[in-house]
């Protein structure tokens, strides 16, 4: 019993890291598959599955998955609503990048139930690239 | 003791489910209420109530509730941020919707401690609606 | 073992407070010491620290901190995507901070290991205000 809650405290608290390879410089990348396998390997039943993107360029959103054009609509009008190229003080280039991650955010979560994920029908896991293309990482911890 | 503990586990695993109907296409519904008599049901007395919405053209959000203009001024803003008609790519006609719920998020949390929500002075907690009139769901978890 | 297990659900369950005083109607401001300072005071080695702003009027964001012009950057974007002078029907002359609010979110989480704050290499934590200069209160729980 003892050592059965032990183990459990481990799963809970261990950090994992996904490698995202993002291919342009804006892009809702689907990484719904990604995540599925690795909270199967934490092996939780039942909890919270926590999404945290490290990065100020770049943010992660629940959208539909089914539909690739759902992602492009969402990246083309996050360029209308901040313009790459517009004048900012900022000097690398990127400020379009840092307000787009502000507006879509870095850090989402997902319900474990029967250890699987509790998506909604139409629901996939995008990681959203605004200054790419990168190796990019997504730290994933349960609780 | 051990009785005590499994109770708590089972509180805490549980899943709950809001059913909420929309009546317009677009629109800010406060559903504070819902959320309190849901927690209350669950009868965790400290820790955290999170909010998922599984759907991917609506989302969740926290905002003043004693004056009814402020969400009606969200939902006309967004508007302007993400017009319904504007030759996006997905056929279906709710691009908008999409794109909001993104700009919006699916999923918020709020603390509880001695058994009631802890909300701020002027907050409420909205399901917001994109692509409605619709009958929705809110998933919520206690952790 | 007992007491050792009833002082972590204590730190666990406590909700510490952060005092903001803001110095401008718009201004994205750097807590993230402060935030580093509280959590060192809870001594929670593993965990999830959550951040919530009880105010319908600001937010909460994590973005880059090396360069104070990204703050200024999305502050500056925001007003084009939510005006201050719009003829909105909220008649307190702050509507446009409330929809900023709502963009923003006013709810994040950082991971916890060995006692520290995970944040990636040039994040940030920022508390967004939008109607200051105020005193405002930002709610930390770790679980």
Same mark, same amino acid.
């Given at each position: 019993m003892a050592?059965?809650?032990?183990? %459990?405290w481990q799963r809970w608290f261990d950090v994992k890291e996904l490698k995202i390879n993002t291919s342009s410089r804006e892009e809702l990348k689907d990484i719904t598959s990604k995540v599925k396998r690795s909270v199967s390997d934490i092996g939780l039943e039942d909890g919270i599955?926590? %999404?945290?993107?490290?990065?100020?360029?770049?943010?992660?959103?629940i959208n539909e998955s089914a539909d690739p054009d759902v992602a492009t609509d969402i990246v083309s009008q996050l360029e209308e609503i901040a313009p790459r190229d517009k004048g900012y003080r900022h000097r690398e280039g990127n400020a379009d990048a840092h307000i787009k991650s502000s507006l879509i955010g870095n850090t989402t979560r997902i319900f474990i139930e029967n250890g699987s994920l509790q998506l909604g029908t139409w629901q996939g896991i995008f990681f959203a690239e605004f200054d790419g293309p990168r190796s990019r990482t997504v730290w994933i911890k349960t609780s």
């Open positions: 050592s059965h809650s032990s183990n %459990l599955c926590v %999404l945290y993107v490290p990065h100020t360029t770049a943010g992660i959103t």
